[in-house]
Every structure is written in structure tokens, then in C-alpha cells.
């Protein structure tokens, strides 16, 4: 039988995040992925370089693929230093992978990294969304929703 799956994943050092995520996009679904990394790679993430702002994860041939993320080469490295926005395998199980790809060819989603982070493990771990993208209608309602929030914080402060 399967482990559960845990409803908030073990972060225990975010090294990047997609902030603007989920402001474009309203999220579905999150998965936790792991990466394919060279030994400069996770040298660089170590020491907090990376960027996910501009990525974006594809499923081609039965694997899921993080594009467009940008880790720099490691100040240290010699030769074998690695490309800093080469294509990233991200590593999930196969019932996983199906199910993406099936929301992503039928129903037009798309894979959205949200964050990269180290769990208590230490393993270099990938926060993966299947969203739908917002039109400019529904981010003007998430402004609205978030400043009545706010304003409600406000109004509960002074009264309460």
C-alpha cells in the first residue's frame, strides 16, 4: 500500500521562489518533485543562488522536465562546472507523470514550479503546480479579495 502523501511538504531551506505563481495562476494541484542535479549544482543552491521566476516544467517521453530555471555556475567550479540554464529532469513516480500529462493535454494546464527548497533529508526538492492561468478579470478579483482581507485584519485590530 502507498504512503500518504503529507498536505504540506518538510521544508527546511527554501533556496528560490515563484511568488508571482500564483498571482498568474490559479493553482490546482501540488506536487513535490525531486531534480536531477550535477554535484556544482547543488553546491550553488547551497550557498541560495537560483532562480525559478521564468521556468516552467514539460512532460516529454514519460519524463517531466524543469525548464528555464537558472542555477549559476558554482564560483569554484573548474572544467566540470555545469551550464546554468540547461533542462532539469525532475524525478516522480510514473502514476504521477500520468496524470500531468493527461491534465496538461486535455485540459490545457500548465506546470508551474513554486518553489526549490532542501528537505530534512538534505535532497534538493522541487514544488510543482498544475495551474490554470488567470485572465486580468481574476487578478483584479485577487486584489480585491486580498485588500478586503487586510482591511478586515485592520477593522478586527482597532475594535477588538
Given at each position: 500500500m502507498a504512503r500518504p502523501r503529507p498536505s504540506t511538504f518538510n521544508k527546511v531551506r527554501t533556496v528560490a521562489e515563484n511568488r508571482r505563481a500564483r498571482y498568474d495562476y490559479a493553482i490546482e494541484d501540488v506536487?513535490?518533485?525531486?531534480i536531477a542535479l550535477r554535484g556544482t549544482e547543488v553546491k550553488s543552491?547551497?550557498?541560495?543562488?537560483?532562480?525559478?521566476?521564468?521556468?516552467?516544467?514539460?512532460?516529454?517521453?514519460?519524463?517531466?522536465?524543469?525548464?528555464?530555471?537558472?542555477?549559476p555556475e558554482f564560483?569554484?567550479?573548474?572544467?566540470?562546472?555545469?551550464?546554468?540554464r540547461?533542462?532539469?529532469?525532475?524525478l516522480?513516480?510514473?502514476r504521477e507523470i500520468q496524470k500531468?500529462?493527461?491534465?496538461?493535454?486535455?485540459h490545457g494546464m500548465t506546470l508551474?514550479?513554486?518553489?526549490?527548497?532542501?528537505?530534512?533529508?538534505?535532497?534538493?526538492?522541487?514544488e510543482l503546480a498544475?495551474?490554470?492561468?488567470k485572465k486580468a478579470h481574476d487578478k483584479r478579483e485577487t486584489i480585491k479579495e486580498r485588500d478586503w482581507k487586510r482591511e478586515q485584519g485592520r477593522l478586527l485590530r482597532e475594535r477588538g
Open positions: 506536487f513535490e518533485a525531486g543552491l547551497r550557498f541560495g543562488e537560483g532562480s525559478i521566476t521564468e521556468s516552467y516544467a514539460e512532460v516529454n517521453d514519460e519524463e517531466v522536465w524543469l525548464v528555464n530555471s537558472n542555477i564560483s569554484h567550479g573548474n572544467r566540470f562546472n555545469h551550464e546554468p540547461r533542462a532539469r529532469k525532475l516522480l513516480h510514473q500531468l500529462h493527461g491534465a496538461v493535454a486535455r508551474v514550479p513554486l518553489s526549490v527548497y532542501f528537505n530534512e533529508r538534505g535532497k534538493a526538492k522541487v498544475l495551474a490554470r492561468g
